[in-house]
């Protein structure tokens, strides 16, 4: 009997989610966790032990302790991203003022040394969890000092070199975004593709997945063109967009993953050129959710993945009217790395940040909406499919809301 009960808590703790809800026109709270069944387990209710004193600054009073890594003095110029998402940290838990969480914020000056020397601070302080770094040196410095603990680290981190077991990726990991539009695009009947790839380690990830989700639709890539830029110099960038001419009349889609100034550049140079983009689908990736993108007129049409942004608006909102600035799109990412920490000591107590617990299959929902991560450190988000009007986007494909029927 005690085994069969021992087993019914392992399929409970399988079925965590985390929901953040709207709560009026701009506040988010975390509503608590869908589809749990764990009830009250032994260890909900913290009691925390004799801890050393930490040191630096906190946010929390609650009785478990998280690293919260971010790049607050860095060298590099990098320090504003740091007070960002240091501010949405505090606004998940102004939000959620039931969470028994205390954060430890410690600079990592944005260096695998600093990264490493914070991690071991935090958890020498009491860490269970580390929230952070952001940039990928520090996640390689922390990941070393947090692997010989056996401390789970939730970095936000878009280089997936850094990832691995019980190193996780809650970013927006560009290999989401073109499986999305290429397999949206592929289900609109869309069957030879040709792409405008930016040089670097950014575009050898995405042309990797563009291959493999062009060649998974059955479709064929007609040219892709690689391009380099420096600064605004867009010379190289023109001229192998002039290079595709040619082969557009054969190809139904033109994928475009860079945003900024180059998705225009492109459209604005094949029309100069005479090409005939009647037939030809203009794809992007979440690098065009900005409103240089979204309100351009000569971009009406085009199609790009990104997550739901209905609670990232209402986050940002929230954000302005308390800090003064509009956040950038990436600062609900600590947000929700909080509130996840803070759900899954509310629902699992004591097996709050197990692997098994981290990685279920049913995953979580987050202000930026479905999302889970993989045992090695990877994730995969609920993407919706936007196009374009030149006053903003539509959804054209709703995200997933679950991914036994989404994926």
């Not at 504003?80 to 410690?106: C, M, R």
């Not at 289900?187 to 670097?200: C, D, F, N, V």
Request: with cysteine; net charge positive.
């Amino acid at each position: 009997m005690a085994s069969a009960r021992r087993g019914d808590i392992v399929q409970q703790h399988r079925r965590v989610f985390l929901k953040t809800a709207l709560a009026g026109a701009s506040t988010m709270l975390l509503g608590g966790c869908m589809g749990s069944t764990l009830g009250s387990l032994p260890g909900d209710q913290i009691q925390p032990s004799a801890q050393p004193q930490p040191t630096g600054e906190i946010i929390g009073t609650g009785g478990v302790r998280i690293g919260l890594l971010l790049p607050l003095a860095s060298s590099d110029g990098n320090a504003s991203i740091g007070t960002v998402f240091k501010n949405a940290a505090s606004l998940a838990l102004q939000n959620f003022p039931s969470a028994d969480v205390q954060l430890l914020v410690k600079d990592t000056g944005g260096t695998s040394e600093g990264g490493r020397a914070a991690a071991q601070a935090a958890i020498s302080e009491g860490a269970e969890l580390i929230l952070g770094p952001v940039f990928s040196p520090a996640v390689s410095g922390a990941a070393q000092a947090a692997r010989a603990t056996g401390v789970p680290v939730i970095a936000f981190s878009t280089d997936t070199s850094v990832a691995s077991r019980g190193v996780y990726l809650l970013s927006f990991l560009p290999e989401s975004d073109v499986k999305r539009v290429v397999g949206y695009a592929n289900s609109q009947k869309r069957h030879s593709y040709t792409a405008l790839i930016p040089e670097g380690s950014y575009g050898a990830i995405v042309e990797a997945a563009f291959r493999q989700e062009v060649g998974r639709g059955a479709g064929r890539i007609a040219s892709i063109q690689r391009y380099s830029m420096n600064g605004s110099d867009t010379s190289d960038l023109v001229a192998k967009t002039t290079a595709l001419k040619s082969v557009l009349n054969n190809a139904d889609a033109l994928f475009v993953p860079a945003g900024g100034g180059v998705p225009a550049v492109v459209v604005q140079t094949l029309v100069s050129q005479g090409a005939n983009l009647g037939n030809v689908k203009l794809l992007g990736t979440g690098q065009w959710d900005s409103p240089q993108v979204k309100n351009n007129p000569v971009l009406a049409g085009a199609w790009f993945a990104g997550p739901e942004d209905k609670g990232f608006l209402a986050f940002a909102q929230r954000y302005q009217s308390i800090y003064g600035s509009a956040p950038p799109r990436n600062a609900s990412l600590v947000y929700d790395g909080v509130t996840l920490a803070a759900g899954l000591i509310r629902s699992a107590g004591q097996q709050r940040f197990q692997q098994n617990i981290i990685t279920n299959r049913d995953g979580f929902i987050g202000i930026d909406g479905l999302f889970r991560f993989q045992s090695n450190g990877l994730n995969q988000r609920g993407l919706a499919v936007y196009q374009i009007t030149g006053q903003g986007t539509q959804v054209i494909s709703p995200a997933p809301r679950d991914f036994r029927t989404g994926f």
